[in-house]
């Protein structure tokens, strides 16, 4: 995050339960203007309720669900997000506008033996409500394919 956060504006969480930290900056991507923002939800997130984990997800045009490959609950936190993906994915069927999500695998450098979840266990999960599947250790951006 280091890295993406250089020399840009950081907000204060407006939500100190849940958000603990909020990044934003506006980019031009082939010409157009893109508002990106970050929003790092602790585990406590896990206890929001659908709707305010939909108030997340309506105005991104992506989502990021990041995990760390040696604990185990980092991974299991990310059932309830998936259940509420999947929901709107079936409510926007009918329209072209759809969120990309990305299930993430971070600290790909930790040695095998250390995993708690297995490289086929994660891509299984994305596949089950059509994210897109990537391995990352976020430090050096190693397996990086963006």
Known sequence: ???????????????????????HKHVTIQGRDVHIQFDLIHGDACNM????LLEYVRPNEACFLVYHVTHRESFDLLDKPREVYTK????????AR??????????????RGDWTVSMHEADEFAQSFR????????????????
Not at 49 to 52: D, K, L, N, Y
Not at 134 to 145: D, E, I, S
């Open 1 to 23: 995050m280091q890295r993406l956060c250089y020399g840009c504006v950081i907000d204060a969480p407006r939500d100190p339960f849940t958000v603990e930290f909020k990044w």
């Open 49 to 52: 309720s659908e709707a305010e």
């Open 88 to 95: 709107r994915r079936r409510i926007l069927r009918r329209q």
């Open 131 to 146: 994210a897109l599947f990537l391995q990352m250790f976020a430090m050096t951006g190693k397996g990086a394919r963006f």
């Open 98 to 111: 759809s969120n990309t999500v990305f299930g993430m695998a971070n600290r790909i450098d930790r040695w």
